[in-house]
């Protein structure tokens, strides 16, 4: 398989790549700067480094105006939480019980059926992907029922199956 290098999704991949840890933003905030540092202009090093030129001008002021160490990202507080602690064990222990057991309906738990029962127990909306994502910090896997079907008669599969060459 060859890949064009110059190819828009190979460029996204690679952003993206760069995205994924704080050691490799700060060596992208690093290299912005090296290079407004070896004469590049900030929108030059914005455009080829896929970044905006006031955010490769703001790089450069808080490295000349602190150092290497104004390039380490902070800490970033995130959004507050929607659920207190108490509510998350409520959840964890409703989870290891059927949905019938708490009033809805399905007999397997899954991502809509978990946002309901947060918004009745609760009143807070949590979408889908968001209770999938408390399934797992729970160390909870999605579990499919299998359909009836699935389940063959092993008597009738061993008649069907073709009898060996030469028996």
Known sequence: MTVKIDDPHVVMILQDEIQRS???????????????AKGMSCPIVADLLGDSERTVRYWVRRYMSDGLQALVENERPGRRAR??????????????????????????????????????????????????????????RLRKPR???AHGDAEKQKAFKKKPIGG
């Open 22 to 36: 704080e050691e490799a933003r700060y060596d992208h905030r690093l290299h912005a700067v090296l290079l407004v």
């Open 83 to 140: 659920l207190n602690e108490s509510q998350l064990e409520r959840i964890e222990m409703v989870l290891r019980q059927t949905p019938e057991s708490v009033g809805l309906c399905g007999g397997v738990w899954d991502g809509k059926t978990l946002s309901a029962y947060v918004r009745n127990r609760f009143d807070v909306a949590l979408g889908v992907r968001q209770c999938q994502r408390l399934f797992r910090y729970f160390g909870f």
């Open 147 to 149: 359909p009836l079907i």
